[in-house]
């Protein structure tokens, strides 16, 4: 069964960076797109970054300019900029793909990765 383990999480102060990485334990037949979720304590789940199996790329309008989502032969990142305490949730990276050729496309998810920033 295929898993995906973020790593990369961790405290920083506001201002700072960190960059977290996904990687996938086990293949994929067809990856259709790749993206980071993040959920902050007692709110939802939501979209922070996507990109497709074209390469193009959509952000959640608060991180625009700060976060950078890339790909590479690994999995898929995320470059966080200019932290501040409002970006404090649990990161979760999230595969939109097929496992197999006859399969459906799923949504495939990480065990998440805690990011907090102090003021």
């Known amino acids: 069964q295929v898993q995906l383990v973020e790593s990369g999480g961790g405290l920083v102060q506001a201002g700072g960076s960190l960059r977290l990485s996904c990687a996938v334990s086990?293949?994929?037949?067809?990856?259709?797109?790749m993206a980071w979720y993040r959920q902050a304590p007692g709110k939802s789940r939501t979209l922070v970054a996507r990109?497709?199996?074209?390469?193009s790329t959509n952000y959640v309008d608060s991180v625009k300019g700060r976060f950078t989502i890339s790909r590479d032969n690994a999995g898929v990142n995320l470059q966080m900029n200019n932290l501040n305490p409002d970006d404090t949730a649990v990161y979760y990276c999230?595969?939109?793909?097929?496992?197999?050729?006859?399969?459906?496309?799923?949504?495939?998810w990480g065990q998440g990765t805690q990011v907090t920033v102090s003021s």
């Open positions: 999230n595969y939109r793909a097929l496992e197999f050729p006859w399969s459906i496309e799923n949504d495939y």
């Open positions: 086990g293949r994929f037949f067809r990856i259709n797109a």
């Open positions: 990109i497709s199996n074209s390469g």
